[in-house]
């Protein structure tokens, strides 16, 4: 089977370190080399890989390379996956695609332009329990959907050192909404087949006050057939909290009421050197599934499910609400 | 020993009988009426006087107090009537439909120095006390109240028709997301300065006549020191348990709690699973208890009629939020 040869660009997104974990398990797929522009973490990465550049267009060039996992700040997104594609790399971008529509645009522009890949990540839409729902769903069980009741709550990020940049709007887009909005948001259009109508949302700073960011909001999101769906992004989870946060949904159909918990496949674990249980995940691993298929669609020279195209809907959903909540108005589309 | 308040029922579905076997077991009280429509059911206890209409239940019966359980439509005239007849009134909620009528009930409470007690029972229902006891305490500097999420997830109420009729029970918001919406206020202790909303009515069959309810409803209701998301729904399919969350995130920490936490006892038969949450006295029992003793002890009652219209001012907002689509200020519709 022929090798895919991976280069990394940045670890400054916690999901590369997962991503990369993922891609070490992969048959015939190699990290050849890792990019990294940020002082602060090449201490934490110099172990990953061999070849450490210090900027992304090093990366870019490296012929032996195919793809270039692009997990940057949000707001590099854009240069670095285009630079990526215009020197014949396929891409796969973390979410947020961008920080605004228009970058994403360019990014798309540049996939169709130069004919490269440009590959969305979405592992909600890989989990085993997300594909039930979806199947079930197609197999029309559910009768016409009515509302979809979503949580994608989290702790923020720490704002210091390699994680700082998530609460910084200039290099994130935006707090809790921008970083939680956009999993549900593309689950919406998978699950549904509907498109957005007009979005309302509320944004606030309850748990941070010192930080000119939002931590935490409700979004209320209508769909063109007759579906309606909240959400509650925030990043309202203590420190000590079990885990992470959570996804989870509420879904009333004229047929079928379901309710979701994408992480309840866990343990909770007790023990004398923690000050708190702790959740122990034993659920599928969907980055890995996600990465298997995304190397896979590569290798076959096909596209996976979610392209650019799939980042930039589920962007403008987040766009909207902040513009909802900026202006205080349900905003039409 | 001193003497019993004697109390007449009106109404006697679902909440009337509940409140009855409360009333029953308790010592300060005597039983001695109750009105309904259904005068041929079994549940009908023998030992007590039996009226067909509630107006002549408060003509003719020798009561101190009249616990009004009917349809929500009913609330302001029977109210209005009780506290000219000089009864203190316990009115479930929620207390009426709009602001108005609660405001001409309480007013008829004042005037005639009656008691006045709204069945918000969520102010007494053990788990919901004790989180409000645990903020009120700064448990564990658990600090400020900062973000609440209230679910409350159940069928179509299938007991009776006037549910489904949104000018009689004012469909999902006033009726069933109305006991979040206090709660909130409540914990907050405080208005919100404004709210949005969305509903959401879904087609049933009523008496077989395709209907539209509102029956998907979540509010958002923005305080100074927070928020607080209150969703409540009837679209629950027939097989789907009765749900109630909440959340509540303060400054430090978070407390989850709700139905799900509140069934120690599960039985199981070939044919159904059932959950049994007994309490020493729960939430019913102990709202029932307080009104008696406001009464007993001449003192105001745990919850007024200015708390049963604040709950109502929050709705009415929230409705005119759903319909013109944007936030409303709660001083547009107080």
Same mark, same amino acid.
């Given at each position: 089977?022929?090798?895919?040869?991976?280069?990394?660009?940045?670890?400054?997104?916690?999901?590369?370190?997962?991503?990369?974990?993922?891609?070490?398990?992969?048959?015939?797929?190699?990290?050849?080399?890792?990019?990294?522009?940020?002082?602060?973490?090449?201490?934490?990465?110099?172990?990953?890989?061999?070849?450490?550049?210090?900027?992304?267009?090093?990366?870019?060039?490296?012929?032996?390379?195919?793809?270039?996992?692009?997990?940057?700040?949000?707001?590099?997104?854009?240069?670095?996956?285009?630079?990526?594609?215009?020197?014949?790399?396929?891409?796969?971008?973390?979410?947020?695609?961008?920080?605004?529509?228009?970058?994403?645009?360019?990014?798309?522009?540049?996939?169709? *332009?130069?004919?490269?890949?440009?590959?969305?990540?979405?592992?909600?839409?890989?989990?085993?329990?997300?594909?039930?729902?979806?199947?079930?769903?197609?197999?029309?069980?559910?009768?016409?959907?009515?509302?979809?009741?979503?949580?994608?709550?989290?702790?923020?990020?720490?704002?210091?050192?390699?994680?700082?940049?998530?609460?910084?709007?200039?290099?994130?887009?935006?707090?809790?909404?921008?970083?939680?909005?956009?999993?549900?948001?593309?689950?919406?259009?998978?699950?549904?087949?509907?498109?957005?109508?007009?979005?309302?949302?509320?944004?606030?700073?309850?748990?941070?006050?010192?930080?000119?960011?939002?931590?935490?909001?409700?979004?209320?999101?209508?769909?063109?057939?007759?579906?309606?769906?909240?959400?509650?992004?925030?990043?309202?989870?203590?420190?000590?909290?079990?885990?992470?946060?959570?996804?989870?949904?509420?879904?009333?159909?004229?047929?079928?009421?379901?309710?979701?918990?994408?992480?309840?496949?866990?343990?909770?674990?007790?023990?004398?050197?923690?000050?708190?249980?702790?959740?122990?995940?034993?659920?599928?691993?969907?980055?890995?599934?996600?990465?298997?298929?995304?190397?896979?669609?590569?290798?076959?020279?096909?596209?996976?499910?979610?392209?650019?195209?799939?980042?930039?809907?589920?962007?403008?959903?987040?766009?909207?609400?902040?513009?909802?909540?900026?202006?205080?108005?349900?905003?039409?589309? | 020993?001193?003497?019993?308040?004697?109390?007449?029922?009106?109404?006697?579905?679902?909440?009337? *009988?509940?409140?009855?076997?409360?009333?029953?077991?308790?010592?300060?009280?005597?039983?001695?009426?109750?009105?309904?429509?259904?005068?041929?059911?079994?549940?009908?206890?023998?030992?007590?006087?039996?009226?067909?209409?509630?107006?002549?239940?408060?003509?003719?019966?020798?009561?101190?107090?009249?616990?009004?359980?009917?349809?929500?439509?009913?609330?302001?005239?029977?109210?209005?009537?009780?506290?000219?007849?000089?009864?203190?009134?316990?009115?479930?909620?929620?207390?009426?439909?709009?602001?108005?009528?609660?405001?001409?009930?309480?007013?008829?409470?004042?005037?005639?120095?009656?008691?006045?007690?709204?069945?918000?029972?969520?102010?007494?229902?053990?788990?919901?006390?004790?989180?409000?006891?645990?903020?009120?305490?700064?448990?564990?500097?658990?600090?400020?109240?900062?973000?609440?999420?209230?679910?409350?997830?159940?069928?179509?109420?299938?007991?009776?028709?006037?549910?489904?009729?949104?000018?009689?029970?004012?469909?999902?918001?006033?009726?069933?997301?109305?006991?979040?919406?206090?709660?909130?206020?409540?914990?907050?202790?405080?208005?919100?300065?404004?709210?949005?909303?969305?509903?959401?009515?879904?087609?049933?069959?009523?008496?077989?006549?395709?209907?539209?309810?509102?029956?998907?409803?979540?509010?958002?209701?923005?305080?100074?020191?927070?928020?607080?998301?209150?969703?409540?729904?009837?679209?629950?399919?027939?097989?789907?348990?009765?749900?109630?969350?909440?959340?509540?995130?303060?400054?430090?920490?978070?407390?989850?709690?709700?139905?799900?936490?509140?069934?120690?006892?599960?039985?199981?038969?070939?044919?159904?699973?059932?959950?049994?949450?007994?309490?020493?006295?729960?939430?019913?029992?102990?709202?029932?208890?307080?009104?008696?003793?406001?009464?007993? *002890?001449?003192?105001?009652?745990?919850?007024?009629?200015?708390?049963?219209?604040?709950?109502?001012?929050?709705?009415?907002?929230?409705?005119?939020?759903?319909?013109?689509?944007?936030?409303?200020?709660?001083?547009?519709?107080?």
């Amino acid at each position: 089977m022929k090798k895919i040869k991976i280069g990394i660009a940045s670890f400054a997104h916690i999901h590369a370190y997962s991503y990369y974990d993922c891609i070490k398990k992969l048959p015939d797929v190699d990290v050849v080399a890792i990019a990294e522009e940020n002082e602060y973490s090449k201490e934490q990465i110099s172990n990953l890989s061999d070849l450490i550049y210090s900027d992304y267009e090093k990366l870019a060039v490296n012929s032996e390379i195919d793809v270039i996992l692009v997990t940057t700040e949000n707001k590099y997104h854009k240069k670095t996956a285009i630079l990526a594609m215009e020197n014949g790399k396929d891409v796969i971008v973390e979410k947020p695609i961008a920080t605004s529509l228009e970058d994403a645009d360019s990014m798309i522009k540049t996939a169709e *332009k130069t004919g490269q890949k440009l590959i969305q990540c979405y592992p909600c839409r890989y989990h085993p329990t997300a594909i039930s729902i979806k199947n079930e769903i197609d197999k029309g069980i559910f009768g016409e959907l009515l509302s979809i009741s979503a949580t994608n709550h989290g702790q923020m990020p720490e704002h210091k050192g390699a994680t700082k940049w998530f609460s910084q709007k200039e290099l994130s887009g935006g707090g809790a909404l921008m970083d939680h909005i956009t999993h549900v948001a593309d689950l919406n259009f998978w699950f549904s087949g509907q498109s957005i109508e007009s979005v309302f949302a509320l944004k606030f700073n309850l748990f941070h006050p010192t930080l000119d960011i939002d931590d935490a909001g409700m979004v209320y999101l209508n769909y063109d057939q007759g579906l309606h769906s909240t959400l509650d992004p925030s990043w309202s989870r203590p420190k000590n909290y079990e885990t992470w946060g959570d996804l989870t949904m509420t879904i009333f159909g004229t047929e079928r009421t379901l309710t979701f918990d994408m992480f309840a496949q866990s343990a909770r674990v007790h023990s004398d050197k923690q000050s708190h249980p702790i959740l122990i995940n034993y659920g599928s691993n969907m980055d890995y599934i996600m990465l298997n298929d995304f190397i896979d669609c590569i290798r076959k020279d096909q596209m996976p499910m979610l392209s650019g195209k799939d980042g930039r809907k589920a962007l403008e959903v987040a766009l909207l609400a902040y513009k909802s909540a900026e202006t205080g108005k349900l905003i039409k589309t | 020993m001193a003497d019993k308040i004697k109390v007449g029922l009106l109404g006697f579905g679902f909440m009337g *009988k509940t409140h009855y076997n409360n009333l029953a077991q308790n010592d300060n009280v005597e039983i001695i009426s109750i009105s309904t429509k259904e005068l041929d059911d079994d549940a009908l206890p023998k030992d007590v006087e039996i009226y067909e209409d509630a107006k002549e239940l408060l003509n003719k019966s020798n009561i101190d107090a009249a616990i009004i359980s009917l349809p929500t439509f009913l609330h302001k005239e029977i109210a209005i009537y009780a506290a000219e007849k000089k009864k203190h009134v316990f009115v479930e909620k929620p207390m009426a439909l709009n602001l108005s009528d609660c405001r001409e009930i309480e007013n008829s409470a004042i005037q005639n120095d009656v008691k006045l007690f709204v069945g918000h029972v969520l102010r007494f229902w053990p788990s919901y006390m004790q989180a409000k006891h645990f903020i009120d305490n700064n448990v564990d500097n658990f600090g400020k109240t900062k973000m609440m999420r209230l679910l409350r997830y159940s069928n179509l109420p299938g007991w009776a028709q006037w549910f489904t009729d949104s000018d009689k029970s004012g469909g999902v918001l006033f009726d069933l997301s109305i006991h979040d919406i206090d709660y909130a206020i409540w914990v907050f202790g405080e208005m919100p300065k404004e709210v949005f909303c969305q509903i959401q009515k879904v087609e049933v069959n009523n008496a077989k006549k395709i209907v539209q309810v509102p029956a998907i409803t979540g509010t958002t209701l923005v305080f100074r020191q927070g928020i607080a998301y209150c969703e409540a729904s009837w679209a629950a399919k027939d097989a789907f348990p009765f749900t109630a969350k909440a959340e509540i995130v303060g400054e430090t920490g978070i407390m989850q709690f709700g139905s799900k936490s509140e069934t120690p006892i599960k039985v199981y038969s070939n044919l159904q699973a059932e959950g049994m949450d007994p309490y020493l006295s729960d939430g019913y029992n102990n709202e029932m208890t307080s009104f008696i003793d406001s009464i007993l *002890k001449n003192k105001p009652t745990a919850i007024s009629g200015a708390d049963g219209k604040n709950a109502i001012a929050i709705c009415e907002a929230a409705r005119l939020s759903a319909l013109k689509h944007r936030v409303v200020k709660l001083k547009e519709v107080l």
